[in-house]
């Protein structure tokens, strides 16, 4: 790796790496060929974290919205993600899978990983949205309020991905200029980062360049 040299980098980066269909389209491919060649890219990126010392990386796998599309396509992001965390587990990493896992959408290869899972040495807190639903994620912190009449303070806590610590940058790949419900508590304070090319296009300098930009905002959380 080349000798990159920050004067801040984030704790925590979240991942949206849109663009898989619109580029399997773009090479006349099936759209639901595109989920597979995510997979390459993504282990790039891991593995760049790990160089740089980040702390924290989320991708975003699928949402339970994205279930609602055709069978094949369903299948074929079900399966890249399932081959992700298969890849994943030959690494240095402390991997925990967050989604609604009581749905029949929620590959069940995916259960043992819902608790954080150590892998090798550990190391990088890596975290993987699956049927991931922001609804769902606040749901569980409402419903322990209501048993606990716990404080507002208290609720960060009890949402679903209570293991998930705050987003300091989310990078999206695909240009398209939204969160589609990326983690809402963890990410109020992020900086948003979008990068035109579609995800299996991925540079590491895209994700340099992300890094550049970030490093020059102004972190206030606020204050």
């Given at each position: 790796m080349k000798n990159y040299i920050f004067s801040r980098l984030p704790k925590h980066v979240g991942i949206i790496p849109d663009g898989n269909r619109r580029w399997a389209e773009r090479e006349g491919r099936?759209?639901?060929?595109?989920?597979?060649?995510?997979l390459t890219p993504g282990l790039e990126l891991f593995k760049l974290c790990c160089e740089l010392g980040i702390e924290e990386l989320t991708f975003y796998g699928f949402t339970h919205d994205n279930t609602k599309r055709p069978?094949?396509?369903?299948r074929a992001f079900q399966k890249a993600c399932i081959d992700a965390v298969h890849m994943l587990k030959e690494y240095d990493a402390a991997l925990l899978v967050v989604g609604n896992y009581t749905s029949p959408s929620f590959p069940?290869?995916?259960l043992p990983f819902t608790s954080r899972k150590t892998f090798g040495k550990g190391g990088i807190r890596v975290n993987f949205l699956v049927n991931y639903d922001w609804q769902w994620d606040l749901f569980q912190a409402s419903q322990s309020q209501l048993a606990s009449g716990g404080s507002s303070r208290q609720f960060a806590s009890s949402i679903a991905s209570y293991d998930v610590s705050r987003v300091d940058l989310?990078?999206?790949?695909?240009?398209?200029r939204r969160?589609?419900?990326?983690?809402?508590?963890?990410?109020v304070y992020a900086d948003f980062y979008i990068i035109d090319d579609y995800w299996p296009d991925f540079k590491p300098d895209h994700f340099i360049e992300a890094l550049r930009w970030y490093e020059k905002q102004d972190i206030t959380l606020g204050g």
């Open positions: 099936g759209k639901e060929e595109g989920y597979q060649f995510g069978a094949v396509q369903k069940k290869e995916l989310i990078v999206r790949w695909g240009g398209r969160l589609s419900g990326f983690l809402p508590v963890q990410s």
